[in-house]
């Protein structure tokens, strides 16, 4: 696996790439640690038809152009922000044509700059009722696997966020984004889901939430004092994944799914569209599920061990 470092970690290798917001005085983008790659500028680029990606080398944010005014997904760091601003200025694109944010979870490297999104455009920002929750208050959720590490790594609350329901269609113009509860990186994960067509084909997109197993040290997966069983809502949120209609995979991190890769021959290559991939989401979700059984294996061994 590629990008499995802790929030704790990174304290000693925090680096802004993004060099214009390294001094600023906004508290919505002031900067906060990172790893390189996740404020690495990237040229902004269609996917498929009204879906671009706007983000950074590391972290994914798409924009869907429903005709009717933008949806953005993710922002990814706070310090980030400006560029994903700028790069929907490069695609032609208005800031206050953004009337929504959708997030995937309410971690900094992909929420944190929503707020200053949110402040810009106008938007509102949406989310699971967990994700909701840590949105507003600028911090993630004590039920958070990672919540012992990143609770102090707290992130700029939006201004404005409404909840989502799991299976409801967030509607814009022409396009119909629906979200799809996939709880287990973390309470609030979400991953979404809509319908993009360019030159009469239409095809099925998948923004995938992150599926990686990892914690804060303590933190079980299996039932402990705390919570009980969290490992089969985990293994449904990832045959939830497998099993959506896809023919686009892009996960939170681009390089967790290929995505990278297949966007760098996209800047290249439009045919064949190097994104399409109809077993893209399959072949995802059996990598983590084969994490997560590692995870579960190891817990269980060292249960055994205590009694």
Known sequence: MRHF???????????????????????????????????????????YGNTYYVGSEGISALLVDTGAGLVLLDVGMPQFAPQVEAN????????????????????????????????????TAIASPSGTKALRE???????????????????????????????????????????????????STTWTWESCENGKCLNIVYSDSLTAISSDGFHFLADATHGDLSASFRKSIHTVATLPCDILVSTHPDASGADARLVKLATQREPNPMVDAQACSRFAAEYEKMLDARIAKEKAAQGKKS
């Open 5 to 47: 470092v802790s929030f704790a970690a990174l304290a000693s290798t925090f680096v802004v790439s993004f060099a214009s917001a390294a001094d600023s005085p906004d508290p919505l983008t002031r900067p906060l640690p990172g790893r390189p790659e996740w404020t690495r500028a990237y040229a902004p680029i269609r996917i």
């Open 88 to 123: 929907i200025g490069k695609l032609g694109f208005k800031l206050a044509d953004v009337k929504y944010v959708l997030n995937s979870h309410a971690h900094v490297d992909h929420a944190g700059g929503i707020a200053a999104i949110v402040r810009d455009s106008g938007a």
């Open 138 to 188: 600028g911090h993630v959720v004590a039920d958070d696997p990672q919540a012992a590490e990143v609770a102090n790594a707290v992130f700029p609350a939006a201004a404005r966020v409404r909840e989502v329901a799991d299976g409801e269609a967030v509607r814009l113009g022409n396009t119909a984004i629906t979200a799809h509860f996939t709880p287990g990186h973390t309470p609030g």
